[in-house]
């Protein structure tokens, strides 16, 4: 029984690297990612919109999925969450963090369907991941006191550039043997 907690810079392969390892260990797999997005649409704003609107103390859109988070760690097992503050919500995790090159990274998600529709070069969805990135510095910072991009809270860092999913799969694979048994 084992839950394990992915987070990583945008576009680093989180919510890719979440779903094949919950479908190769029969696990269900949670995105804390798409549960905020869920929710700025319900809003009638984009995500950006809504980190702003708790950047700024409008409205804490953070804490509600946060909660939740921390009640799935207490109410279930066997299960795979991409998240920001999986370490944080859920202690006993197995926790892995994984990046990439912010050119790859941008590359990624310019041609993926989250920002295809707001960015429209390399520059722009760079700036775009940053401006992420610094949001939930800030947000993380302001409500947890944590900082999700520093890995020392982690039992495993990955990097993304130049490695694809299948092997980053079978490196978590290789360091958790406990997972497949």
């Given at each position: 029984?084992?839950?394990?907690?992915i987070?990583?810079?945008?576009?680093?392969?989180?919510?890719?690297?979440?779903?094949?390892?919950?479908?190769?260990?029969?696990y269900?797999?949670y995105?804390?990612?798409?549960?905020?997005?869920?929710?700025?649409?319900?809003?009638?704003?984009s995500l950006?919109?809504m980190?702003q609107?708790s950047?700024?103390?409008?409205?804490?859109?953070?804490t509600?999925?946060?909660q939740?988070?921390?009640?799935?760690?207490?109410k279930?097992?066997?299960?795979?969450?991409?998240?920001r503050?999986?370490?944080?919500?859920?202690?006993k995790?197995?926790?892995?963090?994984?990046?990439?090159?912010?050119?790859?990274?941008?590359?990624r998600?310019l041609?993926s369907?989250r920002?295809?529709?707001?960015?429209?070069?390399i520059?722009e969805?760079?700036a775009m991941?940053?401006?992420?990135?610094?949001?939930g510095?800030m947000?993380y910072?302001?409500?947890y006191?944590?900082?999700?991009?520093?890995?020392?809270?982690?039992?495993l860092?990955?990097?993304?550039?130049?490695t694809g999913?299948?092997e980053?799969?079978?490196?978590?694979?290789?360091?958790?043997?406990?997972?497949?048994?």
């Amino acid at each position: 029984m084992a839950i394990v907690t992915i987070v990583g810079t945008p576009g680093s392969g989180k919510s890719t690297l979440a779903k094949m390892l919950a479908t190769k260990l029969g696990y269900k797999h949670y995105s804390m990612g798409d549960l905020r997005r869920e929710m700025a649409t319900e809003r009638g704003m984009s995500l950006a919109e809504m980190n702003q609107r708790s950047e700024s103390g409008e409205e804490d859109t953070d804490t509600p999925v946060e909660q939740h988070l921390k009640e799935l760690g207490q109410k279930e097992n066997d299960f795979v969450v991409d998240c920001r503050t999986g370490p944080l919500m859920i202690p006993k995790s197995i926790k892995i963090y994984i990046d990439a090159d912010e050119r790859v990274r941008a590359d990624r998600l310019l041609h993926s369907y989250r920002i295809a529709e707001e960015a429209h070069s390399i520059e722009e969805a760079m700036a775009m991941n940053k401006a992420r990135v610094e949001s939930g510095s800030m947000r993380y910072k302001k409500y947890y006191d944590f900082d999700p991009w520093d890995t020392k809270h982690y039992d495993l860092v990955l990097d993304s550039t130049n490695t694809g999913p299948d092997e980053l799969l079978q490196q978590v694979l290789e360091k958790f043997p406990v997972l497949q048994q």
